[in-house]
Nanobody
Framework: QVQLVESGGGLVQPGGSLRLSCTASGLPFSTYVITWYRQAPGKERESVATAFLGGVTTINADSVKGRFTISRDNAENTVYLQMNSLKPEDTAVYYC??????????WGQGTLVTVSS
């Protein structure tokens, strides 16, 4: 059974940092592309960052460029999202997604990030 488990969310003040983790089980992790998405209240789900195979990464949301970084540790079956200089508009539920060509995609249950003073 495939599972993606996000962790690391919580309440943080503006300007603070959080590191989210997405840990996978039940799939050959190193062969999957992992993307962090987020969904703020009343808004559509947004792609934030992607960790491709071979260490290639992209930041997909212009609003987080220069503040967020994504990395993966295949030995730990985990992708991280380091979020710095957090803003209230970063408040959202953050989800990780695993995709591989020809295979069903998988989603985690999400972790809530709240940026507020």
């Amino acid at each position: 059974q495939v599972q993606l488990v996000e962790s690391g969310g919580g309440l943080v003040q503006p300007g603070g940092s959080l590191r989210l983790s997405c840990t996978a089980s039940g799939l050959p992790f190193s062969t999957y592309v992992i993307t962090w998405y987020r969904q703020a209240p009343g808004k559509e789900r947004e792609s934030v960052a992607t960790a491709f195979l071979g260490g290639v990464t992209t930041i997909n949301a212009d609003s987080v460029k220069g503040r967020f970084t994504i990395s993966r540790d295949n030995a730990e079956n985990t992708v991280y999202l380091q979020m710095n200089s957090l803003k209230p508009e970063d408040t959202a539920v953050y989800y990780c997604n695993a995709k591989r060509f020809g295979q069903p995609e998988h989603w985690g249950q999400g972790t809530l990030v709240t940026v507020s003073s």
